[in-house]
Each structure stands twice: as C-alpha cells, then as structure tokens.
C-alpha cells in the first residue's frame, strides 16, 4: 500500500519560511521522481517543484523560483520543500506526488499525499 504522507504545514507571516515533508512508504521511491502541487480555494492545481530519481535535476514553477527549493533523501524515502520569502499568494493545500519514472517530466503521473495546509498571513 503506497502512502505519501505531508507534514509540515502550517500558519505563517508574509516572508517567512516553511519546511514541508513527505515521507513515502510502499513504493520504490529512490527511483522515482517526486514532486509538489498546490491548489488554493477556487483555484485549479497547479505545479510546484519536481526532482529527479537521484536529485540532480530539479524543475520550479516561475511563480516560486528562487524562494523554494525541492531536495530529497533517498536513504530517508523523504521529499522536502523548503519555502522561504512566503506571500499571501502561497496560501494553499500542498500536496506531494511521487511519479512512476524516475524523471521530472512524469512527477504527476503516479500517487498523490493528502495535502498540508499553508497558510500564509499579510
């Protein structure tokens, strides 16, 4: 039984940090690429951040480049985001994927977390 399971959520103030977690049980995970989604109320879901099998490549939405940053531990069966500078427009459920290759381009095309909530205040 695959299990993503996010932590790490939470309240926070315009230009703080976060550091979310999804730790995969029931899969192969360091041979999959792994990834985060969001969706904010009335919003559709939209692309994150996405890693390689091995972590050498990595793939940011434009609207989070240079504020997050996508890292994972094999050893771990672990993905993090680390979000920095948050914005009122971060706000959102965060889900994590973990894909059924190992490459960026089919993180979303395998199991997905429950989400986590970001909230950020102005």
């Known amino acids: 039984q695959v299990q993503l399971v996010e932590s790490g959520g939470g309240l926070v103030q315009a230009g703080g940090s976060l550091r979310l977690s999804c730790a995969a049980s029931?899969?192969?995970?360091?041979?999959?690429?792994m990834g985060w989604f969001r969706q904010a109320p009335g919003k559709e879901r939209e692309f994150v951040a996405a890693?390689?099998?091995?972590?050498?490549?990595?793939r940011y939405a434009d609207s989070v480049k240079g504020r997050f940053t996508v890292s994972r531990d094999n050893a771990k069966n672990t993905v993090y985001l680390q979000m920095s500078s948050l914005k009122p427009e971060d706000t959102a459920v965060y889900y994590c994927?973990?894909?059924?290759?190992?490459?960026?381009?089919?993180?979303?095309?395998?199991?997905r977390g429950q989400g986590t909530q970001v909230t950020v205040s102005s």
């Open positions: 994927a973990a894909g059924n290759r190992p490459y960026i381009d089919y993180v979303d095309e395998g199991y």
């Open positions: 029931g899969l192969t995970f360091s041979s999959r690429a």
């Open positions: 890693i390689s099998w091995h972590g050498g490549n990595t």
